[in-house]
T-cell receptor, first 109, second 114 residues
């Protein structure tokens, strides 16, 4: 079963703009991660935020976490064509990862 | 590169057949998980193996089975293939004691069932 919903399901923006994706989850968590997937291939781990953190940065990525609303957001600033991919949030429960349905991001040149 | 490889890259089978997918983990990674990702969906956990024993399973029927070998390789076997088994199959490995969020994913095997 999926952990929750990601919003939007698809996002198309111009290169240089910022992209924001949201994720909601259902259960209590220890941490939440974001992954990128290019063209239906393997998953690349982007960033992890722990339940006691509210915001985390990594390069052009900014992740926020609101445990009271059971939601997280991923912001990609100054987008590039290479950022075109699907992005998934995931929580870990009992040694397995539970993924959202993903946001398909397209960066237009 | 994650150090996790999968074979084959693509596979086409017909309904009712059996398939074996393979994964080679990083040295020292004795925990391997398999995920099924249907088109347009997020990956779903199939099962996990630790030291050659299954120690966790998702909501998948028994016709999905696995093996793990001492050389850090593993297999996913699916019997009596159904059309809905068409998906990308991902394996992920991590070292002993590593948390689920510390696993490394392979590139996947795309299975098409006709």
């Amino acid at each position: 079963s999926q952990q929750g919903e990601e919003d939007p399901q698809a996002l198309s923006i111009q290169e240089g703009e910022n992209a924001t994706m949201n994720c909601s989850y259902k259960t209590s968590i220890n941490n939440l991660q974001w992954y990128r997937q290019n063209s239906g291939r393997g998953l690349v781990h982007l960033i992890l935020i722990r339940s006691n953190e509210r915001e985390k940065h990594s390069g052009r990525l900014r992740v926020t976490l609101d445990t009271s609303k059971k939601s997280s957001s991923l912001l990609i600033t100054a987008s590039r064509a290479a950022d075109t991919a699907s992005y998934f949030c995931a929580t870990d429960e009992a040694q397995k990862l539970v993924f959202g349905q993903g946001t398909r991001l397209t960066i237009n040149p | 590169e994650t150090g996790v490889t999968q074979s084959p890259t693509h596979l086409i089978k017909t309904r009712g057949q059996q398939v074996t997918l393979r994964c080679s983990s990083q040295s020292g990674h004795n925990t391997v998980s398999w995920y099924q990702q249907a088109l347009g969906q997020g990956p779903q956990f199939i099962f996990q193996y630790y030291r050659e024993e299954e120690n966790g399973r998702g909501n998948f029927p028994p016709r999905f089975s696995g093996l793990q070998f001492p050389n850090y390789s593993s297999e996913l076997n699916v019997n009596a293939l159904e059309l809905d088994d068409s998906a990308l199959y991902l394996c992920a490995s991590r070292p002993s004691g590593g948390r689920a969020n510390e696993q490394f994913f392979g590139p996947g095997t795309r299975l098409t069932v006709l």
